[in-house]
Nanobody
Framework: QVQLVESGGGLVQAGGSLRLSCAASGRTFSRYAMGWFRQAPGKERDFVAA????????YYADSVKGRFTISRDNAKNTVYLQMNSLKPEDTAVYYCGTTAFRSSYYYTKTYAYDGWGQGTQVTVSS
C-alpha cells in the first residue's frame, strides 16, 4: 500500500509561484508513473500533470502548459510540481497519485491511480 504526503501549498498572489512536493513510501517509487490532480470546491478532481514511470515523458493539462512543471527525485521518493504564473483559477486542493499503468492513455484518468494523499490547498488571490 502506497502512502503519499503532499506539501507546499499556500496563499499566493496572481503571477506568483509555488512548488508542491509529494513524498511517497510503501512501494518502489521509480517503477510507477506519478500524477498531480486538483479539485476545486464543488467540482470534480481534474488532471493537472503526469510523469511517466521511466521519466521519458511529461503530460500536462492545456490549462497549465507552459506554467507548471512536473519532476521527480527517485532518491528522495518525491515528485514535485513547480507552478509559475499562477492564476486565481488555479485555486484548488492539489493531490498526487501513483499509477502502475504504462500507457499514457491512463495518466489523465483518476480511476487509474491507486492511493491519494490528503491534498494540499493552493489559493491564488487576484
Amino acid at each position: 500500500q502506497v502512502q503519499l504526503v503532499e506539501s507546499g501549498g499556500g496563499l499566493v498572489q496572481a503571477g506568483g509561484s509555488l512548488r508542491l512536493s509529494c513524498a511517497a513510501s510503501g512501494r518502489t517509487f521509480s517503477r510507477y508513473a506519478m500524477g498531480w490532480f486538483r479539485q476545486a470546491p464543488g467540482k470534480e478532481r481534474d488532471f493537472v500533470a503526469a510523469l511517466s514511470w521511466n521519466d521519458d515523458s511529461t503530460y500536462y493539462a492545456d490549462s497549465v502548459k507552459g506554467r507548471f512543471t512536473i519532476s521527480r527525485d527517485n532518491a528522495k521518493n518525491t515528485v514535485y510540481l513547480q507552478m509559475n504564473s499562477l492564476k486565481p483559477e488555479d485555486t484548488a486542493v492539489y493531490y498526487c497519485g501513483t499509477t502502475a499503468f504504462r500507457s499514457s492513455y491512463y495518466y489523465t484518468k483518476t480511476y487509474a491511480y491507486d492511493g491519494w494523499g490528503q491534498g494540499t490547498q493552493v489559493t491564488v488571490s487576484s
